[in-house]
């Protein structure tokens, strides 16, 4: 019987969504100091609705700082802008509609797929191709699972699927939760942005507190053998 000692899997990562967006420079500057505080994966831009051209240059003026500290810009829904925005990929709700914003993405960009009310709609996504997909975020009525249950659907998906998932998380509790659960990213919002401390001072504890939940349900290396002919 050969062993070998597999190190530990990593922890999971930031995931920030923003406020809607309609004044970007102050937010831009804001970022820049988060992102230099913590390990952020990506940024999910979300957009107040108004014209394209207005849409797009609030992404480009959010960019550099997104995109300089090695942070994938994705854009929540408008999947027509992505390309013209130098955005790195887009967020869409629902099977259908990551489907239809396939052609104008792929190969080149990102995409992500949420709104996955049952577990055939998530196998669906990952089948069609989504690089990631949430569980967990507010339905069109403001509804979600329990934490207990999102958990239970990350913990389901990491077991037995390749692309990776991520957890919505409105607390810290939740993000710790879901860290455990296996989640590979921690999608976190308006409670890091409302926080009374400061954004930077939330979003540091945050990841801390993701990485210590991580760590005591997949922290050690495990030792894998297979038979020798």
Same mark, same amino acid.
């Given at each position: %019987? ?32 988060l992102l230099a505080a913590a390990d952020v994966a990506a940024v999910l ?9 207005? %849409? ?68 669906a996504a990952g089948e069609a191709g989504a690089d990631y997909v949430l ?80 760590a005591g349900t997949f922290g050690k290396a495990k030792v894998e053998g297979?038979?020798?002919?």
């Open positions: %019987m050969a062993s070998k000692l597999v190190p530990p899997r990593p922890a999971p990562r930031l995931y920030l969504a923003t406020p809607p967006v309609d004044e970007p420079a102050q937010l831009a500057a804001e970022l820049a100091g831009v979300r957009l107040r609705e108004t014209d394209p051209r207005g %849409m797009i240059s609030y992404v480009k003026a959010l960019a550099p700082a997104i995109q300089t500290a090695g942070a994938a810009l994705l854009i929540d829904g408008q999947p027509d802008i992505v390309a013209r925005a130098g955005a790195d990929g887009a967020h869409l709700t629902g099977v259908a509609a990551m489907e239809d914003a396939m052609p104008a993405l792929k190969p080149d960009r990102i995409v992500g797929a949420g709104g996955l009310a049952t577990r055939h709609d998530s196998m569980f967990g975020e507010p339905d069109a009525k403001g509804q979600r699972p329990s934490t207990e249950a999102i958990a239970e659907r990350l913990e389901w998906w990491d077991e037995l699927f390749e692309p990776p998932c991520v957890g919505f998380a409105t607390s810290r509790e939740e993000a710790e939760a879901f860290a455990a659960a296996g989640a590979d990213f921690v999608l976190v919002g308006d409670f890091i942005w409302s926080d009374p401390r400061g954004a930077k001072a939330a979003l540091v504890e945050i990841g801390e507190a993701i990485a210590q939940a991580h297979k038979a020798e002919g």
